[in-house]
């Protein structure tokens, strides 16, 4: 992995690590009922929200990249979050391919463009696989894997709920 991953720029969208300042935009996105239809543990709290922004940071200073947050080029505004992150997957190790945004950024092709951005980051002779974990249920999440490349190869289940894991093929 490039260790200088910071700041990544795709043709509309600036993807950055995320900082503690990022904590409203985090909630907003994680809070929402909307961005949570398909997630079993639901919207988090303020607190949860905290938390998960103070791993995505914990995560970036132990292996120099991470989930980014994903801002529009063009103006600056937070649209959302996403990118590569090490897991676990039942003793595999992996990297995370993850992608939420806020409803306003919703169908403009964004989290394909994060997805791909994230895949070819990730890519590296004998290194993890890239995986995305997705609720069976969430068929719009699983077409953004889909059109970046990523087939399902089987059914876990994962948080609660039955979830193809999504991998690159090959």
Known sequence: MNADTAELRTERLVLRRP??????????????PATNRYNPSGPTSL???????TDWIAHWER???????????????VLG????????????????????????AWG???????????????RRPGGPPVVALINQTN?????????????ATD???????HSPVYRLPG
Do not use: M
Not at 63 to 77: I, N
């Open 19 to 32: 900082v503690a300042e990022d904590l409203d935009a985090v909630h907003e996105v994680h809070g929402d």
């Open 47 to 53: 607190e949860q929200s905290r938390q998960l922004l």
């Open 63 to 77: 292996h120099g990249f991470g989930y980014w947050t994903v801002l529009r080029a063009e103006d600056g505004a």
């Open 81 to 104: 979050f996403g990118g590569l992150r090490h897991k676990d997957l039942d003793g595999e190790a992996v990297l995370n391919l993850y992608y939420r945004f806020s409803p306003r």
């Open 108 to 122: 403009q092709g964004y989290a394909l463009e994060v997805a791909k951005a994230a895949i070819e980051f990730g």
């Open 139 to 151: 068929e719009p999440s699983r077409r953004v894997a889909e059109r970046a490349g990523l087939v």
């Open 155 to 161: 059914i876990i289940e994962y948080e609660g709920a």
